[in-house]
């Protein structure tokens, strides 16, 4: 899973270095793939469930699942990407949201608030912790902010498969649930939205948006329980 996490942090490096105003979520995506292939990894989340493609792209009240199209990224959007990689059987996950041109100071602030949950939530991964600190840690980081955590969708364990149990949830209360062992790992993954919490799925199957179309945003990263502490494997 380590050498999955390395590949898949490399190519979503070298794909954030790519991205500019004008480039269509279908050209990231074609990218992306590209650099999945040349690794001699597999993308994960092409045919998964029958989704198109090989990543995920979600603008502005997009929340996770947008599928790439000929949309074109323009000055003042937020955009989310998911990749997903299989490699020697291994799967790894991981996700950034990006801002272009001129932000709004609340947009920044949500890009800002939701990455730095993600590591909220990871710091909490010791092997005696319970599962549940995990989402109560990230919970209680991005509310403060009056931003929401979206419930309809969680992190999850990950391995032989890209979506394994338990789920991980970004809420909740502390100290419930199982408790956290060496060589467990998971795909950590906070979407946090400026408005309400709630979501609804476009009638393309997929996309979730934001009820009431405000911005959201959406980090993640594979991470495993080691006895030293969480080991961030999409990591370069
Ligand atoms: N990180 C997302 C998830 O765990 C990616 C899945 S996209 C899908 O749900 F297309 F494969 F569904
Ligand atoms: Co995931």
Not at 58 to 83: C, T
Request: include cysteine.
């Amino acid at each position: 899973m380590r050498k999955a996490g390395k590949a898949l942090a490399k190519i979503v490096c070298s794909l954030r270095s790519s991205l500019k105003i004008g480039l269509t979520t279908f050209d990231i995506n074609c990218l992306a793939e590209d650099l999945i292939n040349k690794k001699g990894a597999v993308a994960a989340f092409k045919g998964y469930r029958g989704y198109p493609a090989a990543i995920c792209t979600s603008f502005n009240e997009e929340v996770v699942h947008g599928i790439p199209s000929q949309r074109k990224i323009k000055e003042g959007d937020i955009l989310s990407i998911d990749v997903g990689l299989i490699v020697d059987g291994w799967f790894s996950d991981m996700a950034f949201s990006v801002g272009f041109g001129e932000l709004d100071d609340s947009h920044k602030k949500l890009l800002e608030v939701t990455e730095r949950s993600l590591y909220q939530g990871i710091q909490q991964m010791a092997c005696g912790n319970y599962l549940s600190d995990i989402g109560f840690a990230i919970q209680s980081y991005v509310e403060p902010f009056g931003f929401s955590v979206v419930r309809d969708f969680v992190g999850h364990g990950i391995g032989r498969a890209l979506h394994e149990d338990p789920e991980v949830p970004n809420f909740g209360l502390p100290r419930s649930g199982p408790i956290l062992k060496e060589g467990m790992v998971f795909a950590v993954e906070p979407m946090v939205n400026k408005g309400a919490a709630r979501t609804r799925i476009l009638d393309d199957h997929w996309t979730v948006v934001t009820y009431d179309g405000q911005p959201s945003a959406h980090f993640e990263h594979t991470v495993a329980i080691t006895s030293q502490g969480p080991e961030i494997l999409t990591q370069v």
